[in-house]
């Protein structure tokens, strides 16, 4: 049974950083393509970045373009967005999501605020 499982959320002011995790199981994370959404209050889910699955490929939004760096440690089935320079449009609840089959797991909250 596939399972993912984000952490790393949290309250930060603006200009600050966060790194979230997203740790996964119950599939073979290491041919699979993932990526992170996000849904700010009163939003639908948008496009944050993704990830082949080797880790060379990577495409990311306009928004957080420069700012954020999605990364993979397949040996570990973990996920990762290096989150930099965030600002309060950044706030919403984060979502790891495995392509294949379009779950995500439960999210991580990112608050920015001064």
């Known amino acids: 049974q596939e399972r993912l499982v984000e952490s790393g959320g949290g309250f930060v002011q603006p200009g600050g950083s966060l790194r979230l995790s997203c740790a996964a199981s119950?599939?073979?994370?290491?041919?699979?393509?993932m990526t992170w959404l996000r849904q700010a209050p009163g939003k639908g889910l948008e496009y944050v970045s993704s990830?082949?699955?080797?880790?060379?490929?990577?495409r990311y939004a306009d928004s957080v373009k420069g700012r954020f760096t999605i990364s993979r440690d397949n040996a570990k089935n973990m996920l990762y967005l290096q989150m930099n320079s965030l600002k309060p449009e950044d706030t919403a609840v984060y979502f790891c999501?495995?392509?294949?089959?379009?779950?995500r797991g439960q999210g991580t909250q990112v608050t920015v605020s001064s």
């Open positions: 990830i082949n699955m080797g880790g060379e490929m990577t």
């Open positions: 119950g599939f073979d994370f290491s041919v699979n393509s």
């Open positions: 999501r495995r392509d294949a089959t379009d779950y």
